[in-house]
T-cell receptor
Framework: EDQVTQSPEALRLQEGESSSLNCSYT??????LFWYRQDPGKGPEFLFT???AGEEKEKERLKATLTKKESFLHITAPKPEDSATYLC???????????????FGTGTRLTIIP | DGGITQSPKYLFRKEGQNVTLSCEQN?????MYWYRQDPGQGLRLIYY???????QKGDIAEGYSVSREKKESFPLTVTSAQKNPTAFYLC???????????FGPGTRLLVL
């Protein structure tokens, strides 16, 4: 069964204190990994898609990386507005390319303290 | 503006009542999805549709029903058979050639 595990469940950082969030997955034939940001009471906002091991993408203070077994979301010098829950998801290994369903992790709740 | 809209933002259901959540998109996306989100759990797929007049059950379809009569619209009905409907419901859509799913703002369903 495809699984996506995110760690830690919650992370509190001081403003400016860099850290990383982890997303590990077990799925046959990875066809992409997605990162989303979700604010309380709102829908997830798309951040990145990574397709192959070694790939990296950046957006402001966030950088996502991918290996064959896990992905990291690095946050550099975070600000309070970066506080949110960060979700990762992968397409189900059993679904067809054009018909995929996503399996989501439970998220990491990030709090940046001023 | 292109995007996904969900209504209402909050919905209250009485015992034994069916309620319908609206999801509309103007992104010209072929595929649409309904998820349920509970505290401490990941998003769970209820139903999805790849094309008009066709839809498939997701992982937790019992107690829910959908229709896809128009490309832009994918309403979800929470029936009285769903015994634990209190949750945050999210609608998403994806273009046929792309893979990213984009989400609406969500509807919070509460039971009176």
């Amino acid at each position: 069964e495809d699984q996506v595990t995110q760690s830690p469940e919650a992370l509190r950082l001081q403003e400016g204190e860099s850290s990383s969030l982890n997303c590990s997955y077990t799925v046959s034939g990875l066809r992409g990994l997605f990162w989303y940001r979700q604010d309380p009471g709102k829908g997830p906002e798309f951040l990145f898609t990574l397709y192959s091991a070694g790939e990296e993408k950046e957006k402001e203070r966030l950088k996502a990386t991918l290996t064959k077994k896990e992905s990291f979301l690095h946050i550099t010098a975070p600000k309070p507005e970066d506080s949110a829950t960060y979700l990762c998801a992968v397409p189900d290994g059993g679904s067809n390319f054009g018909n995929e369903k996503l399996t989501f992790g439970t998220g990491t709740r990030l709090t940046i303290i001023p | 503006d292109g995007g996904i809209t969900q209504s209402p933002k909050y919905l209250f259901r009485k015992e034994g009542q069916n309620v319908t959540l609206s999801c509309e998109q103007n992104l010209n996306h072929d595929a649409m999805y309904w998820y349920r989100q509970d505290p401490g759990q990941g998003l769970r797929l209820i139903y999805y549709s790849q094309i008009v007049n066709d839809f498939q059950k997701g992982d937790i379809a019992e107690g829910y029903s959908v229709s896809r009569e128009k490309k832009e619209s994918f309403p979800l009905t929470v029936t009285s058979a769903q015994k634990n409907p209190t949750a945050f419901y999210l609608c998403a859509s994806r273009s046929r050639v792309g893979e990213t799913q984009y989400f609406g703002p969500g509807t919070r369903l509460l039971v009176l």
